[in-house]
């Protein structure tokens, strides 16, 4: 799967108006954590996250793909990656989807996910070190 698809559905799906200007930046590591408002998904650079909240399904299949742990059944974001895959044949197109289909998505393809500086700067919230 090709790097502008996972940017387009990362970038529309956390509703960033990517200008040609704005700066991107490579999520360095993501995991999925519990917190009282449920599960959510830290989109890391340095010191600096970014919280993305999705619900348990795609909070499973998410740690799933980190941990390279398969289900008994194929669940949507396999079936997506492999559709994808099949249908693009190196082509280059954007869709619109939730931020967490965008980051499962992604994270299944093991392709990057990019965000901009400022998205990292607004929404981002410290961490106390790296990881």
Do not use: Y
Not at 27 to 39: F, H, Q, T
Not at 113 to 129: K, N, P, T, Y
């Amino acid at each position: 799967m090709s790097l502008a698809i996972v940017r387009g559905l990362a970038g529309l799906a956390l509703s960033l108006s990517l200008a040609a200007h704005a700066e991107e930046i490579t999520v360095e590591s993501a995991e999925v954590r519990l917190s009282a408002m449920g599960p959510a998904v830290l989109l890391r650079v340095g010191n600096r996250a970014i919280p993305v909240f999705v619900d348990p399904i795609v909070a499973e299949s998410i740690e799933g793909a980190l941990t390279g742990r398969k289900s008994a059944r194929p669940l949507s974001h396999d079936l997506m990656h492999n559709a994808l895959t099949v249908v693009m044949r190196g082509s280059t197109k954007v869709f619109d989807s939730r931020s967490s289909d965008a980051i499962a998505l992604a994270i299944h393809s093991k392709a990057p996910i990019l965000v901009s500086r400022e998205l990292l700067e607004s929404a981002g919230i410290d961490l106390e070190a790296p990881k």
